[in-house]
């Protein structure tokens, strides 16, 4: 369901992302310290990046690469700046 | 055949709380229900740029959407996928995001724009929110004769998830302005 590569394709409502986990630690870092950091003025340097590593690893073991493939071409229609960037992390 | 949609809304709650909050709006447990659409949200990269204050960020979004029967009957699925970009700009005080459809490009391009901006009369405690919707049929797609249909179930179930996600916005910036408050 969703991004993942799943066997059963029928819709689902509830959550059965497996980095979900992950997903929620890194999100909960994230929205600390733009609440706490960014917004104040503090963005000298990357934070959260152990729990953005893990969850990022997660996703990349379970992403659907054909879907992930065009979610990034439209990306870097929006962006046509930061194509590079997208490429190289999406590896 | 484009068919655009402007909408305004202003929030009492200054810019850092309306973007923080823009931010929690899909993942936070007690608004699920009403934004029960929405089924799963990951990001799929961000980057920080140290000397500008920016900050990019790209995500998916996979969204229930039922849409006209006959649209079920070709794509065989009610489910949407999204993109949503969105770029921070911490010293102009002021958050873009731009969210395009991956589903069913071919046929139809649906691209929502949404700016959170400090108010020009009250800079320090309101946000102005504008957020512009664009719907296009692609003009050789099989769904041609059908467009006008598609685009008119397209924008009212738009408007009314933008509704239920302001809803929800204003319940999170009462909620952070209740958790700062001096006790």
């Keep these: 369901m969703g991004l993942l590569k799943k066997k059963d394709s029928t819709s689902t409502r509830s959550s059965t992302s497996p980095c979900a986990d992950l997903r929620t630690a890194y999100h909960n870092c994230f929205n600390k310290w733009y609440s706490e950091k960014f917004v104040k003025g503090q963005w000298d340097k990357e934070e959260c990046v152990a729990e953005w590593n893990k969850y990022r690893e997660c996703l990349s073991e379970n992403l659907d690469g054909k879907i992930l493939t065009r979610m990034l071409e439209v990306d870097s229609e929006l962006n046509p700046t930061k194509q590079a960037d997208s490429k190289e992390s999406s590896r | ?183």
């Design chain 2, 1 to 183: 055949m484009v068919k655009a949609y402007k909408q305004e809304h202003v929030y009492k709650h200054p810019w850092e709380r309306v973007s923080a909050a823009s931010w929690r709006k899909f993942a936070d447990p007690e608004n699920k229900r009403i934004l029960s659409h929405i089924l799963e949200v990951d990001t799929l990269n961000r980057k920080l740029d140290t000397d500008t204050g920016k900050l990019h960020t790209t995500r998916a979004l996979t969204i229930h959407a039922p849409g006209p029967w006959f649209l079920h009957r070709i794509i065989g699925q009610d489910i949407c996928h999204c993109v949503e970009s969105t770029v921070v700009d911490g010293k102009s005080r002021s958050m873009q995001l731009t969210t395009k459809n991956i589903t069913l490009k071919k046929f139809i391009e649906v691209e929502e724009r949404i700016r959170y901006d400090p108010h020009p009369e009250n800079p320090s405690a309101w946000t102005v929110c504008s957020q512009e919707t664009s719907i296009r049929i692609k003009p050789l797609s099989a769904l041609a004769s059908m467009a006008e249909k598609v685009e008119q179930k397209c924008a009212e179930k738009f408007m009314q998830n933008s509704v239920k996600g302001r809803e929800v916005m204003e319940r999170i910036c009462r909620y952070m302005e209740a958790e700062s408050a001096p006790v």
